[in-house]
């Protein structure tokens, strides 16, 4: 299996397979508009700029299984994201990433690549580092800086 097996809804409220971004290397994040991590939203928004060109995707999650630090609307989560940090990498809708009701993507993830004292991811800003082939190559958790993960992402563009 890989992430192109499955497909979200999009903050717009469209299913998008993730197969459309087979070749592609991709930062998965699961986000909030209300936590500490959240200003993570400029620097990724930055690898963004930066890397799209040579193939870089980044995909935002919100959730609201912690501490309730993503309560509004899909719509009111992306006017939050433009406004505040201008960000244009794919947002899609609000799911769980633990439990018994995570998205299916995040049952994938958290499988292949499991945290140090459990496999479920423990607050937002997580962070999933797939290869061009839509394998799991790394974890980072929610306080690593995006600007911490630049060189990793360089390696996978160049691989």
Aim: hydrophobic share 30%; aromatic share 12%; proline share 6%.
């Amino acid at each position: 299996m890989t992430i192109y097996d499955y497909s979200a809804k999009t903050l717009m409220g469209e299913e998008k397979p993730l197969k459309d971004y087979e070749g592609k290397p991709v930062l998965i994040v699961n986000t909030a508009s209300e936590c500490g991590f959240t200003p993570q939203f400029k620097g990724l928004q930055e690898l963004y700029d930066e890397f799209n060109e040579q193939g870089l995707e980044i995909l935002g999650f919100p959730c609201n299984q912690f501490n309730n630090q993503d309560p509004g609307s899909d719509e009111a989560i992306s006017e939050f994201c433009q406004r505040n940090y201008g960000v244009t990498f794919q947002m899609f809708g609000k799911v769980d990433v633990k439990g018994d009701e995570a998205h299916p993507l995040f049952q994938y993830l958290t499988k292949e690549a499991p945290g140090m004292l459990t496999k479920q991811i423990k607050w937002n800003f997580t962070k999933f580092l797939v290869n061009k082939h839509g394998k799991v190559i790394e974890r980072f958790a929610p306080q690593t800086k995006p600007e911490n993960i630049r060189d990793n992402i360089v390696e996978e563009i160049n691989s």
